[in-house]
């Protein structure tokens, strides 16, 4: 196995998370859907590093904004999903369900999870338990369906699910503490929930990232992620139903939410 990536949070705009993700052998340097260009530039400097690469996962402005800049500035390779490649700027490789992407001594999975957009992508790194999933999974939620139906993204949702449950939730916003708020309403017997939700009201008053959260913690907390989950079908009133109808429902409910 080679040595552990290192990956550093980037904040950007209101509430986007960029990651910068070094791998430590080649020295290759991605950052993960660049909102802005000025913050990566800043962390680069600080970490003396040179961006290499730039992994995208759909095609929103808030992830490809800082594509070209970056590009023009470091000539570096951007990666992005191929069934979204035309809504990606400067997209050089075109990635895959199921393709394997090499970056440097580490190897990505990339998992096709359309449902937010119809192109989104997610990359796995599996030897590093790091998982880099866009706006389909946020801690304790998801995207919202712009582009995509209720069963697509149970789909992808469950795709990502069945990862281990080590796996570290690298997502793209600090959503953590509303979406807690809302989960409460939806499971509402969930004692890991309840117990999550108290940790981070403290982690924010303090101004503290939630970001990243194991793949673990959302299997037992995130509704969006238990839609099969006989208490979280009762408690929206659907029984028994199929887990898909639950699922349209939370996510519905969410969208409403204040």
């Known amino acids: 196995m080679s040595q552990r990536l290192?990956?550093?949070r980037v904040p950007a705009l209101q509430d986007n998370y960029l990651w910068l993700v070094r791998e430590p052998r080649s020295g290759f340097v991605a950052v993960v859907d660049p909102a802005d260009p000025v913050p990566v530039k800043a962390a680069l400097q600080r970490n003396e590093w040179t961006l290499t690469h730039i992994l995208n996962?759909?095609?929103?402005?808030d992830h490809v904004g800082g594509n070209l800049a970056l590009k023009q500035e470091f000539n570096c390779t951007i990666v992005?999903?191929?069934?979204?490649?035309?809504?990606?700027?400067?997209?050089d490789v075109k990635v895959g369900d199921g393709d394997t992407y090499r970056f440097g001594e580490a190897e990505a999975k990339v998992f096709f999870v359309p449902g937010h957009t119809r192109g989104h992508i997610a990359y796995w790194f599996a030897d590093h338990a790091a998982l880099f999933c866009g706006d389909t999974l946020f801690a304790l939620g998801c995207g919202r369906?712009?582009?995509g139906t209720?069963?697509?993204m149970w789909r992808?949702?469950?795709t990502l699910r069945a990862?281990?449950?080590e796996t570290e939730v690298y997502c793209a916003h600090e959503y953590t503490q509303s979406n807690a708020r809302f989960a409460l309403t939806v499971d509402p017997q969930n004692q890991a929930l309840k117990a999550r939700a108290q940790q981070i009201d403290e982690m924010r008053a303090r101004n503290i990232p939630t970001v990243p959260s194991t793949l673990g913690e959302e299997k037992r907390t995130n509704p969006f992620l238990r839609a099969d989950d006989p208490g979280v079908a009762q408690a929206v009133g659907l029984a028994g139903a199929d887990p898909v109808k639950v699922f349209a429902e939370v996510r519905a409910r969410k969208d409403s939410f204040r």
């Open 6 to 8: 290192q990956i550093e």
């Open 57 to 61: 996962t759909h095609h929103h402005p």
């Open 80 to 91: 992005g999903p191929a069934p979204d490649a035309t809504r990606i700027p400067g997209i």
């Open 145 to 147: 369906l712009f582009e």
């Open 150 to 152: 209720p069963e697509q």
């Open 156 to 158: 992808s949702l469950s």
């Open 163 to 165: 990862l281990p449950p």
